[in-house]
């Protein structure tokens, strides 16, 4: 039976460009929506920018533009992306539209007339250098529960609690490094204890219709164990958001106006295709027509759609989700992405070197249902792509289609044996086994049934080997038979693998000369049909391109950072956080946020550059001896030989070093201190320059 299905995943946040973390959720969505299709149900498939928050206030502002330039901007960026690695959105929206403001006030007006609203003031942490009140996630310290140091003010990421900033232990502002003072304001809150009774109806029913992962329900009781806490849906001027009705100065919390993008978008899409709305969204009427709601998010924000958003939409008289599905993060090469080796890779980056199908399928070999992290390994990512699609899948056709053009037209057999057809209904059978797999998202199954079947095709071919046929005029017909057997074949897999990689197929189905639509379309194969000529579907990875990746991703990491901006963004979960991303193990900065405190601990001075030789017996060190004003001379070895060829061109130089580095005895004598450099190492670090008006012995501020 056909089903109708509202499908979204969760909104990239208009920060900054998209990077292949943020793919991960993209790419499992999309090849649900595509599966889906192909078993005959109808998907609606929207997403959008989550373009509020105070970090984008500051970015624009740091940019010298407005919110409104910076999120269109954004908005024009991510659709490019996702629209080059083949994401088919229906439509892709931003928060900021007067339909999202719109569903906003009636959300929160019904929260309201319920009673579940309730207005106090609150004790919160104020930037004195800013003069701004603080967001939770802009204010870090010491987690009041397990004391992790540098955990931001909502939530520990070590030990997962959560409580309000001022019970951090040593607070520090995120955007002046200055420790925070207290100020009282008046807040809004959505009372979350009043729907206990529902969220715990809605879990069981979720767990018992397995729309929930073990994982997420396991991780909902820990948190009604500990207690619904009020949920603070307001924000102190200045903000970029909308402001709350009948309290000027108020602006309604990120994360209670973006995820009701997601109705704002199917909204906008139901007005643009004469779609009924309420069907899908009112509750009453989604109960009558049988339809679905469904979300693919990153692990990290479950708390947000399992708790914050189906209380939301329940006190509001909407339908509540029938699935939310969270996947993991995704490493690359085993760690985080590391903008210094060049792993911190945006979308566009890869694109400019890479086909978008290439990780689409490496992506799809490793997504399951459960909340595994996945691993970009980039050995195996080539050698994977390589070996399946190119060495097993596209093999088929190119090891047979020759033979078809070159002695019976292109044209495949009229009448197949029933020894092949038997082979052709076996593929079938355990091919159609994907459709439960993909519905349940366990694509990595799909991928290793697909290859499977692969292997025995490509083994059965190499059993009948037709480019000895082809010598042999009295097997003609069989030569005929065998590869018009292989084409169709290669057309079955080819259907089963169309979610994955729909444009690599897109170019098969015209070598085939007919589109698969269905899955259902492969159920016989094609007799009598004429093919077009076979040209190649893709090609190997080439080693090459993926350093070349990694060294451009590198260098766009150091020109965002020189100008002052962000690496990368992260999505619906970071109007909060500005660095959290959803699907991916990374945050905006490598290394993690320090106090002023932490800074203060550094004496850097300006010293002049007396002495630069070449150590005799060392590939690596350069000695140098530095005049440091009030602190006399310093002898520091530093390894910057491959960058400076000729050392006693740095002789006249200032530079800056850390004073207080406790001194290290090396065989090639005793170092006393740190020169400073800018780079990842070997040929690839500079010494940081100094005006000329720094006069040795300066301190460094």
Request: net charge neutral; with cysteine.
């Amino acid at each position: 039976m056909s089903r109708r299905i509202l499908a979204t995943c969760a909104l990239p946040y208009a920060n900054g460009p998209i990077h292949i973390g943020h793919i991960v959720e993209h790419v499992q969505g999309d090849i649900w929506v595509r599966a889906m299709r192909m078993a005959g149900h109808t998907v609606h498939f929207v997403c959008a920018d989550d373009a509020h928050g105070t970090p984008i206030m500051l970015r624009a502002e740091r940019e010298g533009i407005t919110p409104e330039a910076l999120i269109e901007r954004s908005n024009t960026e991510h659709r490019a992306d996702l629209h080059d690695f083949n994401i088919g959105y229906d439509h892709y929206s931003s928060t900021h539209t007067p339909v999202n403001q719109a569903l906003t006030y009636r959300v929160y007006e019904a929260l309201k007339a319920g009673g579940h609203i309730e207005s106090r003031p609150v004790e919160q942490f104020y930037d004195p250098d800013k003069g701004m009140f603080l967001p939770d996630r802009f204010v870090k310290g010491e987690c009041p529960k397990c004391h992790a140091k540098d955990q931001y003010g909502d939530s520990c990421e070590v030990c997962g609690k959560t409580y309000a900033p001022i019970d951090l232990i040593e607070p520090y502002s995120v955007i002046s490094g200055v420790p925070p003072i207290r100020r009282e304001s008046r807040h809004y809150f959505v009372k979350l204890a009043d729907f206990e009774p529902m969220l715990r109806t809605w879990l069981a029913e979720r767990r018992a219709a397995g729309a929930l992962q073990v994982e997420v329900v396991n991780k909902l009781e820990e948190w009604f164990s500990d207690g619904l806490r009020s949920w603070d849906v307001s924000r102190d001027a200045p903000y970029f958001g909308f402001e709350i009705p009948d309290a000027p100065g108020k602006f309604f919390y990120v994360w209670l106006d973006a995820p009701i993008g997601y109705l704002a978008a199917f909204q906008e899409l139901c007005a643009r295709d004469h779609l009924s709305f309420a069907e899908f969204i009112e509750s009453d009427a989604a109960s009558v027509a049988g339809t679905e709601m469904v979300h693919f998010i990153g692990k990290d924000i479950t708390y947000f759609h399992a708790l914050f958003w189906p209380a939301m939409l329940h006190a509001s008289g909407l339908r509540t989700p029938t699935a939310v599905n969270a996947h993991g993060f995704l490493t690359v090469e085993g760690a985080k992405m590391s903008k210094s080796r060049g792993t911190f890779i945006n979308a566009r980056t890869y694109l400019d070197h890479l086909d978008a199908d290439y990780l689409r399928y490496y992506l799809a070999t490793m997504l399951g249902p459960t909340l595994a992290d996945l691993d970009l390994d980039l050995k195996a990512f080539e050698e994977r792509v390589n070996s399946h699609l190119v060495g097993k899948w596209a093999n088929i056709a190119s090891r047979t289609a020759g033979f078809l053009h070159k002695h019976f037209d292109g044209r495949l057999v009229e009448k197949p044996d029933p020894i092949h057809l038997q082979r052709y209904q076996e593929a079938l059978k355990v091919l159609s086994t994907c459709n439960s797999l993909y519905e349940a998202r366990d694509f990595a199954t799909a991928m290793r049934t697909f290859i499977g079947v692969a292997d025995s095709i490509n083994a059965w071919i190499a059993e009948q080997a037709p480019w000895k046929m082809v010598k042999d005029a009295s097997q003609r017909n069989e030569l005929h038979q065998v590869c018009s057997m292989a084409i169709n074949l290669f057309r079955l897999l080819s259907a089963y693998l169309k979610p994955v990689v729909p444009s690599t197929v897109a170019k098969a189905e015209t070598f085939l000369g007919v589109e698969c639509r269905y899955f259902t379309d492969v159920q016989h194969p094609l007799y009598g049909h004429t093919l077009a000529p076979f040209k190649p579907l893709l090609t190997r990875i080439d080693p090459k391109k993926i350093k070349a990746m990694l060294m451009a991703s590198r260098a766009s990491m150091k020109a965002s950072s020189a100008a002052g901006q962000p690496p990368a963004t992260a999505t619906i979960d970071s109007g909060s956080n500005p660095s959290a991303t959803t699907g991916n193990a990374v945050s905006n900065g490598e290394m993690p946020t320090i106090c002023i405190d932490d800074f203060t601990k550094l004496d850097l001075r300006v010293a002049k550059v007396v002495v630069c030789e070449a150590v005799e017996g060392s590939t690596k060190l350069l000695r140098f001896e530095l005049d440091a004003g009030e602190l006399g001379r310093r002898q520091i070895f530093s390894g910057i030989k491959a960058a400076y060829p000729k050392p006693k061109d740095l002789v006249g130089k200032n530079v800056i070093f850390i004073a207080n580095l406790a001194p290290r005895k090396m065989r090639f004598g005793l170092s006393e201190g740190m020169i400073l450099s800018a780079g990842s190492g070997g040929a690839d670090l500079f010494l940081l320059g100094v005006d000329d008006a720094a006069s040795a012995g300066m301190a460094v501020k």
